[in-house]
């Protein structure tokens, strides 16, 4: 696959993100909404496990950390939402998991950047968390938004060198969604038992939807991953603000001025010179 098609992926994943995360954010409940979610993916994961390759064994402790680093960042997700506008909490969320996926990749991996690429994951990182300030900005809404960026930035690391492990990225991702989809069923089953079943009945199609726009993006995004750095893969995903942003605005009526939108600029010419850059 070409560089250009593979970051055209991550576009494709920056895109569909934003979309159910506005599901779960507009959801009457927040949790079983995500509930839903992972238990569309673990349906597709089971599925698709005897069709594909499974992942090396030295990939299955990175698939541990980071299913785990995805619980985590359901329940901070989950939190954030009920705290805050999606207008604040998406692009804090999401403008801080670039830099430290950026420094992680560095240290752990030896992964290198050019000075302009970090120049420009710095402007997405910049950017997108200027979009989250002004109204309904709460300092509750902020601390629990910035502790997503740092689960986001895990599971993003986490899950690019797990996916090079494993040398195959659908065995990757089934057996991913099979544990956390899993784990958020487990939950449900133990402690809303009672409302599971009503909130599928009335919102199944709703999970449906979501839970595949999930797999879809984090599939693209694993793709990508597995070839190029992902420093840069993980910012070009985060440009996903400017997507929830929009849906923040039009869809859910929040705020978006002027300064947002000299935000949203800095973070498309970040895009340009990613793109550019190599």
């Known amino acids: ?15 569909v993100h934003p979309v159910w995360n506005a599901m779960v954010k507009s959801s009457g409940d927040r949790a079983l909404s995500m509930v839903m979610i992972r238990a569309v993916g673990l349906a597709l994961g089971v599925a698709a496990l005897p069709f594909v390759d499974w992942p090396a064994p030295q990939s299955l402790k990175w698939l541990a950390l980071t299913a785990v680093a995805h619980f985590a960042y359901y329940a901070l997700l989950i939190r954030s939402y009920e705290l805050g506008d999606m207008s604040v909490v998406y692009p804090l969320a999401r403008g801080l998991a670039p830099v430290l996926t950026s420094l992680a990749a560095l ?9 302009g690429q970090w120049l420009a994951v710095g402007l997405v990182s910049l950017g997108v968390m200027a979009l989250s300030l002004g109204a309904g900005a709460s300092r509750a809404a902020v601390g629990f938004a910035l502790a997503t960026g740092v689960t986001v930035a895990s599971y993003s690391f986490l899950g690019g060198v797990g996916v090079r492990a494993a040398g195959s990225v659908l065995g990757f991702q089934a057996c991913l969604e099979i544990v956390t989809g899993a784990g958020m069923v487990g939950y449900a089953l133990l402690f809303r038992r009672r409302d599971l079943l009503p909130y599928a009945r009335r919102h199944g199609r709703r999970g449906l939807k979501a839970g595949a726009l999930s797999v879809l993006g984090f599939l693209a995004f694993l793709l990508a991953a597995s070839r190029l750095p992902l420093g840069p893969v993980t910012a070009l995903r985060e440009t996903s603000v400017l997507f929830g942003a929009l849906i923040g605005a039009v869809v859910l009526r929040e705020a978006f001025g002027l300064r947002r939108v000299a935000a949203a600029a800095s973070v498309v010419l970040a895009i340009t010179m990613l793109a550019a850059l190599r």
Do not use: P
Request: charged fraction near 5%; aromatic fraction near 8%.
């Open 1 to 15: 696959m070409s560089a250009a098609f593979l970051y055209g992926l991550v576009i494709l994943s920056a895109i």
């Open 107 to 115: 240290l752990a991996i030896g992964e290198t950047l050019s000075a």
